[in-house]
């Protein structure tokens, strides 16, 4: 079971390494790469689980809960063992002294055996995200599947080259005078202690894999607390790696589904004594108060910030606006990543099809935008549904913010009548409105704002993201003096930089094995999916020594 993923583990290693494209998991969904039938199987596999209690084999109070539905206007019907918080961290404690002795080779194959059983089943939990999340199916496959699997991936080849960066065993010899002193030393990797995930709507699983994979592959048992509207594609993957755990011969309470209906679980999880260990996605109300809170344990945050995209001036006019539309509208912009405020000198900026005023590049935007939306059954494709109706009431409040430059609509979808859908509303708002744009409105929302020069908005940049926190930011210019200033201006504030993107990169996107995810650096988040400081808290080294 092992050995057949040694390659694939030291590939990873290599691609963590040199950051160049790698990636495990084809992105496709096409049957010449997953085979014929597949996705028919995995629909099948998916509605097979639908209106019924979740085949799930561990310790709970009796009852079964669930109340997921799904943003495509369906009740799933799926129920889950209610868990009993002690129970679930009795067995995981109970369960960690062998996985700790198994040592770091055997973890880190384990791991990688779990991650590819996940992949085998990427349709199955395509069709289980899509209908969490609202995600358009094409994105939940890619995002929710192999993207979120080289994730995995990605946080265990961290783990491992963390856990052997140095020898296990050392013969030291000391001379002296006479015989030298001798010693066997022996370094063990002991992990922290029970490790909890926090998952979250938008994202179960792309968000959640580094945090689960990465306690796991370090000697952690983990318990997995859903969001309680996305409780299914993260039991699907409990089970799988609870599968894949006995089969190799280890306790499979090392993974666990702690699922709850939004009674406070998380908290008492998050405070318990004994989880040392807490990763979280979602609202920084929430996170800041996890930060505050779970003070035995090690915590990692990824919260809300304010993405902002500089422009300045731009070589392609035309690729600019359809990257921009696109970045907008994307999952109908319910990513952490998704741009919110657009900063634009009042005088307008320079262009391949020269001078636009202000009012033409948000007027432009607007256009395309409006062009790429056009057509509903293709739109929706794109943008998906509204995850919940908190996004919903942001968009409809949303104009009474600012000049409406584009008004939201609704779409129909043609599969899914019920379906929430509305297209990005773009507001004009003053600079001086730092109480509206310095605050994220999740969802899709965003703000043209005018400035007096591209120095102010660089200033608006720096302090919005030292404020409130980023995850992303974008700056447009065909002046090489300019991006270095918007490159200083990101590394002082500590928020990854995307420059001059026309093409088909988009600011939302993280490729896994080179783009890094949040820094730390600011407050949208307190760790770097995923860099080695994001696994290197999960143990420590322990060693023993006796004379030769």
Not at 179 to 187: C, G, H, I, N
Not at 292 to 309: D, F, P, S, Y
Request: proline share 7%.
């Amino acid at each position: 079971m092992f050995e057949q993923h040694r390659q694939t583990l030291e590939k990873a290693l290599s691609a963590i390494a040199s950051r160049e494209y790698w990636s495990a998991y084809p992105e496709s969904p096409s049957p010449r790469v997953y085979g014929e039938g597949a996705a028919e199987r995995g629909k099948a596999a998916f509605e097979s689980l639908l209106g019924k209690p979740f085949p799930l084999d561990q310790p709970g109070t009796g009852s079964w809960i669930g109340a997921e539905r799904s943003p495509y206007g369906i009740d799933l019907g799926v129920t889950y063992p209610e868990p009993v918080a002690e129970d679930l961290i009795g067995a995981a404690k109970a369960a960690m002294p062998a996985w700790r002795d198994a040592g770091p080779d055997r973890r880190a194959l384990a791991c990688v055996e779990i991650v590819d059983r996940i992949n085998r089943r990427s349709f199955e939990l395509a069709n289980a995200v899509q209908h969490t999340t609202g995600q358009a199916f094409v994105m939940a496959f890619q995002a929710g599947g192999p993207h979120a699997q080289d994730r995995a991936l990605e946080a265990v080849a961290y783990g491992y080259a963390a856990m052997t960066s140095s020898a296990s065993h050392a013969r030291w010899e000391k001379p002296g005078k006479g015989e030298p002193l001798v010693m066997d030393k022996r370094f063990t990797v002991v992990p922290r202690g029970v490790a909890l995930v926090i998952g979250c709507n938008t994202f179960p699983t792309w968000n959640a894999y580094p945090g689960l994979f990465a306690s796991l592959v370090t000697g952690n048992p983990v318990i997995v607390k859903p969001h309680p509207r996305a409780v299914l594609p993260l039991a699907i993957t409990v089970r799988i790696a609870r599968e894949v755990l006995a089969e190799a011969g280890f306790d499979p309470a090392l993974v666990s589904l702690a699922a709850e209906e939004g009674q406070g679980l998380a908290k008492t999880l998050a405070t318990h004594p004994d989880i040392r260990i807490v990763d979280f996605t979602g609202s920084t109300e929430f996170g800041d108060w996890l930060e505050r809170n779970a003070v035995q344990a090690l915590v990692h945050t990824e919260k809300a910030g304010v993405n902002t995209i500089v422009v300045d001036s731009t070589g392609s006019w035309r690729g600019m606006l359809g990257n921009l539309a696109f970045s907008l509208s994307l999952y109908s912009g319910q990513m952490c990543t998704a741009p919110q405020n657009i900063l634009i000198p009042a005088g307008g900026i320079e262009t391949d099809e020269g001078h636009k005023s202000f009012d033409e590049v948000a007027s432009g935007l607007a256009a395309a935008v409006g062009k790429l939306l056009g057509d509903d059954a293709r739109a929706v494709e794109l943008t998906g549904a509204i995850v919940n109706p908190g996004v919903l009431a942001r968009v409809e409040e949303a104009p009474a913010l600012g000049d409406v430059v584009l008004p939201s609509r609704a779409l129909k979808h043609p599969s899914f009548p019920d379906a929430v859908i509305r297209t990005p509303v773009i507001v004009r708002v003053d600079a001086a409105r730092s109480d509206v744009y310095g605050q994220e409105h999740f969802g899709p929302i965003s703000f043209v704002i005018p400035t007096a020069s591209t120095e102010e908005s660089l200033e608006v940049l720096h302090r919005t993201t030292k404020a409130r926190g980023a995850l992303t930011a974008a700056a447009y210019s065909t002046s090489s003096a300019v991006l270095d200033q918007a490159e200083r201006a990101a590394i002082d504030a500590g928020v990854n930089l995307s420059c001059n993107l026309t093409g088909g990169v988009f600011i939302n996107q993280s490729a896994a094995f080179s783009d890094y995810h949040g820094t730390g650096a600011n407050p949208a988040a307190t760790a770097s999916l995923t860099d080695p400081g994001y696994v290197g808290g999960r143990f420590h080294m322990v060693q023993s020594r006796r004379p030769a």
